[in-house]
């Protein structure tokens, strides 16, 4: 790695010739066999191609004597080429890969696309063929865009997590840069901290102009979170990797290559985008490859433009590093950042690294730091890494002492449900089991991810390595095994940190090289029409393919919010009462297939539910153990703890039970499965003690004027908790609930409950 | 006279004559076999309102294809504003027939163009570009008339042609005299692409995509930079991209999922465009569309080798005709000859999933058409008399098109008898093959009765046969024919042998005769082992259980079905389709007493036996009884 060949291919001149194209085709058919084990031709009952993935060997090992037996009668250096590689994607196409489940091409008829762009592209001019390519970035991403758009119909994206992270950019909106927060409006109080967890900050910031400008009500409405989502996905995405392919030095048709190959990664990409929602670990993933190439370039001494590579590097990484895992995919690039450095200084320089790139180095810990501090100490980040699965996970809205930790709803303790509902332990407490290093269960998910994964990726990865500047060579194959480590197996280790996601990221660096073989291939005067032919159908398919996705024509499916979330809301609002809406039983996807975290923004009522963001993978009942053990007279009393003036079932059981007690319920509203009852007698009380008045509800705490000596509020206490001339005290009202305590109160005044400063909480138990 | 006069004369009864034969071939072939009419209260207006056209639901009765048509925004106006007397559809006939005329002439001019053209040279040109464009319109016509929408398509495609290949050639006498600037053939493109992407609708991409193809092939001297090439295939394809971003989503029925409306293509899973609008189920039967579309590809086949073995005898370019007529002829063959699997990644089956909203439509007729017009174009544009030639075969390919008869009996059915409105509804709906594969299964009885029937189908409870009111007997296995009213579907009779070969049959005897609406041979978990072809037989009284031959004599056949489409039912909107071919119900066209029933199969399989779990019988008057637990 001297400093002299970083800005050079590793090989001078790309090696061609059979028998680097037969050495290639040996190792690309070894890989093959290796994903697909057994693999039969064309479709999943036709004649067995290979029974299994040894049987590769063999023809493998005989390409492998031919190019070494070419070889020694014209001596040629043997090396990788996209030519040989090729031969992958020819088994691919003729083998039943199209008919594996969960695959990327949706349907094996993609055949037929494949074979039209390699006929158009064959077909076309030389001259035309160039621009074809180059033009196929643009026109992909409107494509793209537009057909998430249109799926949409102005319809908000509400799978999964994405309410939840709807909710926490509207929150940001709203309170940044004084987090973390108290929230009164869900579950009685929760401590709004998890902001630095999920990687909401980084998108708020990337966002922020439109998020101010727009207002809260348009971000609620659909479209605009929307096109966020679709700006993050087929704009930042893209334009990452096509930077990232342009200061790797790759010609512009790998820069527009890579471009395209972000757009269409795979299947799992798009489903932890649009299905799981996790929008801050795309962000982290879609800066990858330019930080990763910004990283790498920071480290040479002479540096084109260098003060403003490092001020991109310090933004990009910075809005990357705030999904933290992230950080984790560097360790490579600093394991080589610390290796040049270390070998510069023994070589006797003075400056190992250049001014702008230690200036870049001190901002990056200048900003990150401070929040990366705050995060550890309030999301208590050591005690979730120890934690096994049977916790669950990532809990990151604490809910002081209501329902996290409940027993399920029993059928004893209702007179009316006529079903069991599941058992506490019924679910696993994280996607993924606990448990040891298995190399066959890591080669089982490796398998899955890849027929997910384009496999344009998979096969022109490897011999693109090669045409990498020597430095991102080594660095970029020693971050593939790292994450392949992490991703397939490390993952059974820590579960609760989901770490296959990074071989999604993996699939997203691999765009470098993938761009820069697909560019050496396409663009070259080389021979073999029909491989580029091949490689340019599978381009061409790639994107349709993604459109299919998008177009939720996959068994991936994820959605949109229909009407009934607008309706519960409003029934909420209009006919809630002017207490607390309770969730009766366990409710985490039953709305419109995601959660329900921005009704209380929707409805501007407070809400208690099971849990409103993505805290729970096992039945959890609302009403807590101690209360729902006293049956009737239990849960009326937490209903009144919780100034409960309505409650939603949308559970059988939970719906039956109310209807068979109209003295108590009224059926006020109902639609599909969700129903809202008025609580007859209730009165809205926020007072579980003493007297006072409720002044305001804010984003981030509370204004109340206490009449009495002492109160307590049906609110969640937390130790970082402060009110203004008053004396804050945990009250415990039952074992599950410790609320607000308020003593020596000014008479007549506001009082201002609300989250100390964050400062106050870094080392604090 | 003067080369201006003598064109303009030429081009005047040219015109004439093209409007008169146009009008001649009205009434005799265009009106009766007219499919695509708007039906009332099925209108959905576009964003710009009616001043762009109303789309209205179209239905091919060959293909049971579905899909939303526009007529054109200008033939309406013209109509509305000078024809507002004449029939619609005659009017559009007749100016498609001339649009095509003046399109056609335009491009035998400048193929047939010289540089020094005077006297009789001049009028022998002006006369073969006439006569040319004349017999290729009215040939054009008589192959597109029966077919309004690809007429509508076609009709502008020669006009848009002769515009790019203006633009692009150096400056001509005539067509483009030098004085005329880039801007304005640019102009005159948007203006040929406008009017074509507004009448080819779904098909405009496609068409507008094979102009700049076929301008591509046919430029012999293209004068322009790549960015004027450019500036033409933005000018040709920006209104074809806005055209097809105007199409309204096509408002289907809804069927159940897993359901049919046309036979099975046999191809696993549903083949779905990757984005754009998409049907609920399958709507395009290729089955009748590989049989009805082969004939005319056999002719232009055979006239495509005719031109190539001719081609060095007349000096036209065999490659010229390989490009303009060999490559829609190539997708035809991999499309109507290639067996199915092969045939889904055919191009003419992959434009339709990547193109929205062309998934609705098949574009075989208009590819043939493509053909058919690149074969005059090649061969005229080479050759002044071969030109003369080749127009009038496309009027024998189309007259050979014509007398083909089509697997469906589409004119005769909505003719000769009046239907319903109802009826009307249905035939021009996705379900009007369910409809009509059933008045042709119920042998010589009024097409009327499913939808008569429609409450007893819908409502429709088979109760099981109890082992002592029947016995059944089989030609195979016929020990175990009782397991067919044993009760249990867990069991079954099956003729065995891994196939079947027809002549198969299964023999029911009721102790007394019952009056039956339906029988339901229930598959239980055998589901792929249903009949490939089925007929039944039946005898009011009988004396012992009947055999084909036995029953021939005394009973009546009550349903025969060559090929099993499936059970049929309703859709909650009241469209017939079929439940899946491992649906064996079996609805009589009236209640009838019968004692004796054969089922015989007559089709063929390899690869599944005939079996049958449980005898299920419908009676009459006892359609609320509540069937088995296996139901």
Known sequence: MSDSSTNSPSITAPVTGWATHLFSAAISLVLFGLLTSTARVWQSNGPLLIPSGSYTLLPALVLLGLALFIRRRSPQRLSLSPEGFSLG????????????????????????????????????????????????????ILLLAGVFLSESQGRLLFSDDHPSFLLRLALLREQFPKIPFYYPFWNAGLDARDFFATGSLGVFLLFSPVIYLAGLSNLLAGPLYNILVATLLFVVVPMSTFWAARFEGLKPIGQVTSGILSLCLGLVWYRWALKYGTMGFVLAAALTPLNFSLALSLLDLELRKPWRKALLFVVTSSLMLFWSPSGLVFVPVILTALVVVARRVLAGHRKPLATPTLVAGALLIAINIPWMSLFWSVSNVGRFLESSSATPTTASYSQAAAPADTAPLSSASLDAPSREVPAANAHRGTRHREGKIDLQKSMSLIREKAFSTNPLLIFLAIPGFLLLRKRSMYTLLTTSAWLIFLGAILVPLKPQLELDRMLVVLSMLLCLPAGAAASELLSSQR????????????????????????????????????????????????????????????????????????????????????????????????????????????????????????????????????????????????????????????????????????????????????????????????????????????AQVAPELQFIGLRNCPKDTDILIEAGSPLKRLGAP | MTRLWQTVLALLCGSVTTLFGALAIVPTIILPNFRSDCLPGNEATLLLGRTLGVWCPASDPITNAFYLWRTSPLTELLHRTFFQDSAFTSFEFMFGTLVLFLGLWGLTRISLRTTDQTGATLFKTEATSVLTALFGALSCAVLYGHDRTAFAAISWFP??????????????????????????????????????????NQLSLLLCASVLLFAVCLSRNCSKSSYGSLLIATATLLPALISLCLIPETPTPWYPQGSQVVPDDEIPGMLRPFFGPLPPVPFIDRWALRA?????????????????????????????????????????????????????ISPLLVLPRIIPNLFFVPLEHTVIGLAA?????????????????????????????????????????????????????????????????????????????????EDLIRNAHFTRVSKDSAEVTASHHPELSRLMIDGRSKTRWTAGGGSQKGGEWVSVRFSTPLKLDGVELFLGDYVTDFPRGLRVRGAETCDALGTPDSIEASGVVVVESPAWYGGLDFTAQGYPYFRGRHSMRLFFPSSEDFQCLVFEQIGESDGTDWSIAELRILESGKADIVSDADA
């Open chain 1, 89 to 140: 994607l020819l088994l691919l196409f003729v083998s039943d890969w199209f008919d594996r489940s969960y695959n990327f091409f949706p349907n094996p008829s993609v055949r037929g696309e494949i074979l039209l762009g390699a006929l158009i592209f064959a077909l076309l001019p030389a001259r035309f063929r160039y621009k074809t390519i180059i033009a196929a970035l643009p026109l992909s």
């Open chain 1, 527 to 730: 021979q073999g029409a029909w491989v580029k032919a091949l490689v340019a159908g599978f381009l061409f398919a790639s994107p349709l393919c993604t459109a299919a996705v998008l177009s939720n024509r996959t068994v991936d499916q994820y959605h949109f919010a229909g009407p009934l979330v607008r309706n519960l809301a409003n029934a909420i609002k209009d006919l809630g009462g002017a207490g607390r809406t309770v969730f009766a039983g366990c409710i985490v996807h039953e709305l419109e297939e995601g959660h329900i975290a921005p009704l209380t923004l929707m409805s501007g009522k407070e809400l208690v539910a099971s849990a409103p963001f993505h805290t729970l993978w096992r039945y959890t009942q609302v009403i807590p153990k101690s209360f729902m053990e006293r049956g009737d007279a239990g849960i009326e009393d937490f209903f009144i703890l919780m100034n409960a003036t309505s409650v939603v079932a949308h559970e059988r059981e939970w719906r039956d039970y109310f209807s068979a007690r109209p003295e108590q319920y009224r059926l006020a509203w109902r639609e599909d499965r969700f129903s809202l009852f008025e609580r007859v007698l209730a009165v809205d009380q926020p007072f579980a003690s003493g007297s006072g008045t409720l002044v305001e509800r804010r984003t981030a705490g509370l204004e109340v004027r206490v009449a009495s000596e002492s109160a307590v509020l049906k609110y969640n206490y937390f130790p970082f908790l402060e009110a203004q001339g008053c004396e804050i005290f945990p």
């Open chain 2, 159 to 200: 006009l848009l042609l002769t515009a790019v290949l203006s633009a692009r050639a150096a400056p001509s006498p005539i067509l483009s005299p030098a004085s005329s600037p880039f801007g304005l053939k640019l102009a005159l493109i948007v203006l040929a692409s406008m009017f074509l992407s507004f009448s080819a």
């Open chain 2, 292 to 344: 009805d579309y082969l004939s005319s590809f056999h002719v232009i086949l055979i006239a495509l080798f005719a031109a190539l073995a001719l081609s060095r005898r007349f000096s036209v370019s065999a490659a010229r005709v390989l490009l303009l007529c060999g490559t829609p002829v190539a997708l035809l063959f991999f499309d109507l000859r290639m067996p199915e699997p092969v045939s889904i």
């Open chain 2, 373 to 453: 017009l690149g074969l005059l174009i090649a061969t005229a544009s080479a050759h002044r008399t071969l030109g003369l030639v080749a127009a009038p075969l496309l009027g024998v390919i189309s007259l050979l098109v014509l007398s083909t008869p089509t697997t469906e009996p589409s004119s005769t059915l909505d003719q000769a008898h009046p239907v319903s409105e109802r009826h009307q509804l249905l035939l021009r709906s996705p379900s009007q093959f369910a409809l009509r594969a059933h008045h042709w299964n119920a042998l010589g009885l009024d097409r009327n009765w499913i939808l008569e029937r």
